[in-house]
């Protein structure tokens, strides 16, 4: 689908990587809808970009209502919201874990089931973007909900995809590896060996704007040997916790407070 002049709604607008997509699609001609829970942030972002704010949060029935009203009406939906760090295990409550589901899953699936019904009414052409993480292919340890959630919505995207094949309206999910300078992980603490390379939130701009161009089942952002460790874990977990294990991964922990 060509982005120019099309209305896009995009969740999570006032994070680092939501920024990053907004300026991109703006670019491009987009006509953006942006949302999230923090106000300045989006105003700010919205002045930079001629958008319109639609300020919601999506663990409110009442905010996720409006996500879910303002997704039957644009051509584009990204749903881009998310949040990351997991509480230890003994501070687990079924309040976290609703958070979890509510920002990760549960919203993203109610916007593009909206999504699709609208579309399919009207016979309109259309494009749903997820953004997932490699999170949603490989487990590691400290992530177990965010782990849940992206696994989740990495199968809720591919089988989407295939029941809207025929109605013309492309479903793509996008998978960033670590990503520098901006976002959730850029200001978890988190300390990775030099070796492990990563991409900017300028990468995953450009790759949402050619997956609404070009509709993959999925894109990477993320280097080849990411993608293949991804892989890998995916084909054989025994062995990747091994690894993982020898690697110290359980020691790189998020030190951030939960938000
Ligand atoms: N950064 C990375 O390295 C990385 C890697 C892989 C995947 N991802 C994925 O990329 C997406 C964007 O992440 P990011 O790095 O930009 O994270 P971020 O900077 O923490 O931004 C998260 C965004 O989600 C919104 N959000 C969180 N809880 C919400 C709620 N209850 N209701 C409405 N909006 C809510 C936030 O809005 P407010 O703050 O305004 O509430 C914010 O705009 C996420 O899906 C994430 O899983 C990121």
Partial sequence: ??????????????????????????QRGARLTLTGRRVEELEALAEQTQAQVLVADL???????????????????IANAGMGSDVAI?????????????????????????????????????QIVFIGSLSGVIATPNTRMYNATKF????????LREDLSSAGIGVSIVEPGFISEAGMF???????PAAVRKKTPADVGRCVAKT????????????????????????????????????????????????
Avoid: W
């Fill in 1 to 26: 689908m060509n982005i120019y002049g099309r209305n896009v709604l995009l969740t999570g607008a006032s994070g680092g990587l939501g920024q990053a997509i907004a300026k991109e699609l703006h």
């Fill in 59 to 77: 663990c409110d029935p009442a905010g996720l209502e409006q996500l879910v009203e303002a997704s039957r009406d644009c051509d584009v939906l």
């Fill in 90 to 126: 003994a501070e687990m409550t079924a309040q976290e874990v609703d958070r979890s589901i509510d920002v990760n899953l549960r919203g993203p699936i109610l916007m593009a089931t909206a999504f699709a019904q609208a579309h399919m009414e009207r016979q309109a052409s259309g």
């Fill in 152 to 159: 989740g919505l990495r199968g809720f995207s591919l089988s």
């Fill in 186 to 192: 850029a200001t978890s603490g988190i300390e990775l």
């Fill in 212 to 259: 609404i161009e070009s509709n993959p089942a999925e894109a990477f952002v993320a280097p080849i040997e990411l993608r293949l460790a991804a892989t890998l874990g995916s084909l054989a977990p025994g062995l990747s916790s091994m690894i993982q294990r020898r690697a110290g991964t359980a020691d790189m922990t998020d030190t951030r407070s939960n938000s």
